[in-house]
């Protein structure tokens, strides 16, 4: 049975192209159990693939035809092929990291087949300290990142003890819970024409306020202060039609050493996050001898459900937006960045505290509007970026995980690159570490993996600019 795609699932295969592969992926690295032989890795490949029931989601195909009008449909794979996705691969010598991190690059590099179910996993063998390492992709248009990683932790427990966990693929109540959610939202979005109709009167209030709310936001947008829309983003060697090759580079710190500068400056440990990016982009655009001279824009994706004080609150929510942050890289000093990027985020999350968020979700969508819109007019390049590169940060577990005894070391997301955004970086928190993961096009954004190091120095700047070093 063929199922309809929700609108924004469609979008993504509509956007899907051999330079532009809308899929997200992860980098899980393990230290294997107390005793484990040398093969451990071979053999939980091998139990893997005696899983006999795979939950519907990783049997889920993308398939159209002239019979749908040229429409994306959901039809389960009937020739499934479990050992086509998931793989095992072994390092060349001498098994660094930097073998992982370039083998990672050529596996996110490859654009999955639209005849089979779109997610893989790969089970790496031969880093030379005796751990083991997974990369994980799915299509962006099966799950969102955050579902990823809810698919991947189904697979852990706190217990190091605890064996029999089964993979990912088997995980039946998780992943049939995040289809479920999936497909709700797809029939919400579907009926929307019906439903407003129905609550014609309730979105009344939000209606008549965005005219106003699109007024102040680009008012906003031409003073260069903080909100949903950019106007002054420069161009940047960053914001170029983009290459299908790409290049990874993943690093961890301590969340201490940010929460310690962030109290001393009284700052956000995101604030913190930001300034580390902006520090590092700044000392990586110098030494290729591109740095503009007007302050580097991230688009930065964060809760909007405020608090009081006007902070992202932590409890969550669905308010979900964009602010376009100014991230202040004309600036040498480390410190004046991070009270620059301060207040520019507080002062865009004051901007949006007046809209709702049906407001928000509106602002927001206008913010990144042209970065679809430009490649499909022709015009990359010769107009100004709505921004120079997307930077997000979500919350992780905060206590070490084990997979059948193997302990999780580290686990870095890989995101999406697209025409006009050559980088992405994306952090999540992990047991105590904020851990880096960037993804960028190899011809565009070169040397990636320098800007680990420009992170770290950056940290250090930040330490010493707070009075800890």
Request: with cysteine; aromatic share 6%.
């Amino acid at each position: 049975m063929a199922v309809p795609m929700d609108p924004t699932s469609a979008g993504f295969m509509i956007a899907d192209s051999r330079n532009t592969p809308m899929h997200v992926g992860g980098l899980q690295l393990f230290t294997p159990p107390e005793g484990a032989s040398d093969t451990w890795i071979r053999d939980l490949y091998d139990e893997s693939l005696q899983t006999t029931e795979v939950a519907p989601i990783f049997h889920k195909r993308p398939w159209r035809s002239v019979a749908t009008g040229g429409q994306w449909f959901w039809r389960e794979d009937n020739q499934f092929d479990l050992e086509h996705h998931v793989r095992l691969s072994a390092l060349p010598e001498p098994g660094r990291i930097r073998e992982l991190l370039e083998l990672g690059g050529r596996l996110h590099s490859t654009r999955m087949g639209f005849d089979r179910p779109l997610w893989e996993m790969h089970l790496i063998s031969g880093l030379a300290d005796g751990r083991a390492a997974f990369y994980s992709k799915m299509h962006h248009a099966l799950v969102d990142g955050v579902s990823a990683m809810r698919l991947l932790q189904a697979t852990l427990s706190t217990d190091p003890d605890k064996r029999d966990v089964p993979p990912p693929w088997a995980v039946r109540r998780v992943a049939t819970q995040i289809e479920a959610e999936k497909d709700a939202l797809g029939e919400r979005l579907l009926e929307l024409p019906l439903g407003a109709l129905r609550s014609a009167y309730g979105i009344a209030a939000d209606a008549a306020g965005l005219p106003g709310a699109l007024v102040r936001t680009l008012n906003r947008g031409v003073r260069n202060d903080t909100a949903p829309i950019a106007l002054y983003a420069p161009r940047t060697i960053l914001n170029q039609k983009i290459s299908s090759s790409r290049r990874i580079a993943a690093q961890d710190w301590p969340i201490e050493r940010l929460r310690a500068v962030g109290k001393a400056t009284r700052t956000t440990i995101n604030d913190v996050v930001l300034a580390m990016c902006a520090g590092a982009l700044r000392h990586y655009l110098i030494e290729l001898d591109a740095l503009p001279s007007q302050p580097l824009v991230a688009m930065v994706p964060m809760s909007l459900k405020l608090d009081q004080a006007g902070d992202a609150s932590a409890d969550g929510g669905n308010a979900v937006g964009t602010l376009m942050v100014k991230l202040h890289t004309d600036e040498p000093d480390a410190g004046k960045r991070l009270a620059g990027i301060n207040a520019s985020v507080r002062s865009g999350k004051e901007a949006v505290r007046s809209m709702s968020q049906n407001q928000i979700l509106a602002m927001s969508a206008l913010g990144v509007t042209p970065l679809v819109l430009m490649p499909m007019l022709g015009m990359q390049g010769l107009t100004r970026p709505p921004f120079n590169l997307v930077i997000s940060n979500v919350p992780g577990p905060r206590k070490p995980l084990y997979m059948n005894g193997a302990r999780l070391d580290g686990m870095y997301p890989l995101s999406i690159p697209y025409h006009g955004q050559a980088m992405n970086i994306t952090c999540t928190s992990y047991d105590g570490r904020m851990n880096f993961g960037l993804t960028g096009c190899r011809r565009t954004a070169p040397s990636l993996q320098r800007l680990l190091t420009h992170l770290d120095d950056e940290l250090a700047a930040l330490e010493q600019a707070a009075g800890l070093a």
